[in-house]
């Protein structure tokens, strides 16, 4: 039973448009998120996060926008630049759970 | 040498070999994990150690056994694994006492393949 869901593997957006990505979850006590994005050979480096109580978090170029009610977040970044290309990987807690999802592999092409 | 890191980079072992994976964090952190990727699937979450206390085991098999003599380093020392348990390994750590809210900053992973 996949708590976090990342139902789209792949993304492709040009270079300075926006690119947006999801993440459903299915447990209504998860109080915060997290996304991380991940370069091939490198481990996961922390993004941007949102508590339960916020609908949206910015950060530069990456917001992050929760709505609890559909529990979908999802993750804009704008522009998107070629050194985004990468996979992001959004993750929920509570306090004694952390559960990622399957990550979505984003192509920034020129 | 700064950040998360993680020896060796790959492995490859019989099932019947014992061998350890190391993490060493130069981050001052307080909390250290340890993680599993399978292909095709999520991270999954196998121990958690904060202030070098294990405060979190996932109900991770004993043929896994961690240690953790400081709050710099942490091992996971490996016994009589399955071809299932190939994957890749990551290590975290985090500050303010291992929440799983916090941040984490990982290190980039043991390749580990079971023959």
């Known amino acids: 039973d996949q708590q976090v869901k990342q139902n789209s593997p792949s993304l492709s957006v040009q270079e300075g448009r926006i690119s947006i990505l999801n993440c459903d979850y299915t447990?209504?006590?998860?109080?915060?998120f997290l996304w991380y994005k991940k370069y091939p050979a490198e481990g996961p480096t922390f993004l941007i996060s949102?508590?339960?109580?916020?609908d949206k978090n910015e950060d530069g170029r990456f917001t992050v926008f929760l709505n609890k009610s559909a529990k979908h977040l999802s993750l804009h970044i704008v522009p998107s630049q070629p050194g985004d290309s990468a996979v992001y990987f959004c993750?929920?807690?509570?306090?004694?759970?952390?559960?990622f999802g399957t990550g979505t592999r984003l192509q920034v092409t020129l | 040498e700064t950040g998360v890191t993680q020896t060796p980079r790959h492995l490859v072992m019989g099932m019947t070999n014992k061998k350890s994976l190391k993490c060493e964090q130069h981050?001052?952190?307080?909390?250290m994990y340890w993680y599993k990727q399978s292909a095709k699937k999520p991270l999954e979450l196998m121990f958690v150690?904060?202030?070098?206390?294990?405060?979190e085991n996932n109900s991770v098999p004993s043929r896994f056994s961690p240690e953790c003599p400081n709050s710099s380093h942490l091992f996971l020392h490996l016994h009589t694994l399955q071809p299932e348990d190939s994957a890749l390994y990551l290590c975290?750590?985090?500050?303010?006492?291992?929440?799983?809210?916090?941040?984490?900053?990982f290190g980039d992973g043991t390749r580990l393949s079971i023959l």
């Open positions: 447990n209504s006590m998860f109080d915060y």
């Open positions: 949102i508590s339960s109580i916020k």
């Open positions: 981050l001052g952190h307080n909390a």
């Open positions: 150690y904060n202030f070098k206390e294990q405060t």
């Open positions: 975290a750590s985090s500050q303010d006492g291992g929440a799983l809210n916090q941040p984490q900053h």
């Open positions: 993750a929920a807690t509570t306090a004694s759970k952390l559960t």
